[in-house]
């Protein structure tokens, strides 16, 4: 096991029953991969999407970035996810799904530019299933190292949110080619107006 490089912990957003993982210079990932292959994180628009339980409000986020993959967390998780990851910029950010880039957590991107391994843990996304908690209900450990990638891997699943999205189906793959970054924060920004955000 490897000692963290950085760590960081704090209350992210929740819109949508999400929040994300981004790098501001462009896309994480060229592929899609929907949420059903995992139950917990996916690539949708250029960013890796965590799926929470709670539609609206604050979850605890631990986050940990890497020189070399670490164990999972042996402790009380019920969903434990991998993704891979590409940082052109060497800044990969946790931020609410509505809002601008949130600095109170440090980037997972360790070594700078590359591609990372993102490694999410889970716990408490069925206390509160689509509500919008006044308090926080859900707690999350996201581990990042670089590696080359790899296809998404389901690590550990117990919970029944988890359950139910790997039920859905998948929504068809789209590839995305150069799609450019200011488009995706446009796209996000129409939204927060239209609601109201």
Do not use: K
């Amino acid at each position: 096991m490897t000692d963290p490089i950085i760590t960081g912990h704090g209350p992210v957003g929740v819109h949508y029953h999400q929040f994300l993982v981004t790098d501001p210079g462009g896309p994480v990932a060229g592929e899609e991969t929907d949420a059903s292959q995992t139950g917990l994180v996916g690539i949708t628009a250029g960013d890796a999407t965590i799926h929470t339980g709670i539609h609206t409000g604050d979850v605890d986020v631990t986050v940990t970035a890497h020189g070399h993959e670490p164990a999972p967390d042996a402790g009380e998780w019920e969903e434990i996810a991998e993704i891979s990851l590409h940082s052109p910029t060497g800044t990969l950010q946790v931020t609410p799904f509505m809002t601008g880039l949130d600095d109170d957590l440090p980037s997972l991107a360790a070594t700078g530019p590359g591609t990372y391994r993102l490694r999410v843990h889970a716990r408490g996304r069925d206390q509160a299933v689509d509500l919008a908690p006044d308090t926080i209900t859900e707690h999350y450990l996201l581990q990042c190292w670089p590696a080359p990638p790899t296809p998404a891997q389901l690590l550990r699943a117990t919970d029944d949110y988890g359950s139910q999205l790997r039920a859905e189906q998948p929504t068809p793959t789209r590839v995305t080619t150069h799609t450019p970054r200011g488009q995706h924060r446009q796209e996000h920004d129409i939204l927060r107006r239209s609601l109201g955000g």
